[in-house]
């Protein structure tokens, strides 16, 4: 009787262990999704994630357009006569990003992200001014997001939670490099750091869950409400909403496709210190786009003893449709690689 006792004992203890210590590949989103998941009560996670981003050729509105006619297209200066003196080639942008999770109840989960950014971008001047190409280069913290990722449901189909944050400008707006025109000059708003605004945000988050696939979506908005930054401007509403379906392979290994809308508004009013007739992307007038990605993921959680419980994440974005506001460089492709870990707190 007591051996039968204990075998019970022992087979309701692993189960309850493993119920516990399963952890699916698909059960985080792909790993370009921000706050896709949320924690039971007293765990953490810490993420890393690093991306790679690469913009070349210059577009109008949805049409590719040759330096020549960035440098004879009217700045936003004048009334149309002025032209632009330079012209952006290509940005590249590398991005590590940091963030921690902790759940103090199932209900509600804490989250914080901040990013090292470094941006490098490379123009040329007008042939006037002997065409030869120039590059500047900015790198430090970006802006910091705190938000509080509130469950709505939570059973076997359906994964719903909404949150509410705020990205705090912890990110610089006045970056400098030597430019062709100054040892010192301010540089273009995309090479900053950050928004200079205090930036509430909301997200709406749902995943259902089919077994092996899982469907995903979630909605984000952003408005900056609190008026200008430091530098007399602030920019526009921004959208992005994403769908995406997984597919698990076995327990630790999902793939990922994922379909991306993203929206940015225009700018309200512009800074100064930068000069609209020497870069388009100076000119606040080219600030605001609507595109549309799509994106391939791989999700992978360790469940060997030796760092059990992490997991990897890669996902290439790559755009398929652009349409942007007055003259700005087209995306070419982005990639993200990601670390995360969570464990239950004491
Ligand atoms: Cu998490």
Known sequence: MLVIYLFFLIFLFNKNLNADEIHFADSHGPITVMGDHIHKKNEFMFSLRFSKMLMSDMLSGTKKISTNSVMSAPNGASDGSG?????????????YMFGAMYAPTNNLTLMVMSSYNQKEMISQRMAMAGGAKFDVNSSGVGDTRFSGL???????????????????????????????????SRLGYKMQNGSGTFDPFFVLNNVNNFGKIKIGEQFHIKKPIFGDNSNGYH???????????SYRWIENFSTSFKINYNYLGKMNGHDDEMNKRMNPAMDSKNIGHQKYNISFGL????????????RLAFELVLPIHEKIRGIQMSDDYKIMLGWQYSFKGL
């Open 150 to 184: 509130f469950k709505i449901f939570n059973n076997d189909f359906f994964k719903t939670h909404f949150a509410l944050g705020l990205s705090l400008p912890t990110g610089s707006i006045d970056e400098r490099d030597t430019t062709p025109s100054s040892l010192s």
């Open 235 to 245: 920019y526009g509403m921004s959208i992005d909403s994403s769908i995406w379906i």
């Open 83 to 95: 032209r632009y003196m330079n012209s952006p080639l290509t940005m590249r942008m590398n991005m």
């Open 299 to 310: 999700n992978y959680v360790n469940s060997n003893d030796f760092f059990k419980n992490h």
